[in-house]
């Protein structure tokens, strides 16, 4: 019979131990504060955080009873988005960024969710687009963090 488990705390990636089981989560998913989190396994898991956490890929979650569930992100349909050189490409940013879109910047290319509209856009813009299957890592934008005390901020950051 499926259980449902308490969260204590968060081990950022990189943290040791042995998990239990896994909760694969998709990148609006693996932002929390108060969710319940399936498990791979049928149990799920309360997340009750007094402020909210992004849950990175490889990172845990501790449980009242000491275990571990590992976060692994899931992958989604995304748009793979290369410029002709690196100016090209900070220009396509500029236009996603303008459309407030999550955007995963990387050296040679951008990843967002897929949007017909905005792929038409980046082509006419002359963008290559391809469709692609990963794990998806937006950065969190402007507004994800504390502009208070460091205590304040957010984890895993």
């Known amino acids: 019979m499926p259980q449902t488990f308490r969260a204590v705390g968060y081990l950022p990636t990189g943290a040791t131990g042995t998990p239990f089981d896994l909760a694969i989560l ?4 693996r932002r929390v504060r108060r969710r319940m989190l399936p498990l791979v396994h049928g149990d799920t898991v309360l997340v009750d955080f007094p ?9 845990m ?4 009873d000491g275990r571990l569930v590992e976060i692994i992100a899931g992958e989604e349909p995304l748009y793979d988005v ?6 090209h490409l900070m220009r396509l940013c500029w ?5 407030h879109l999550k955007t ?11 949007d017909h509209v905005i792929r038409d856009m980046l082509r006419g ?6 469709d692609i299957s990963e794990p998806f890592h937006p950065e969190d934008g402007a507004y994800a963090h504390s502009h208070g005390e460091p205590q304040h901020a957010l984890i895993n950051r």
């Open 61 to 64: 979650l501790k449980l009242e």
């Open 95 to 99: 236009h996603l960024g303008n459309r």
């Open 104 to 114: 995963q910047i990387e050296a040679d290319r951008v990843l967002i969710l897929r």
């Open 82 to 87: 290369r410029g002709r050189d690196p100016i």
């Open 26 to 29: 998709l990148h609006d998913e």
């Open 125 to 130: 813009l002359g963008a290559t687009v391809t």
């Open 51 to 59: 402020e909210p956490v992004t849950l990175a890929d490889r990172s």
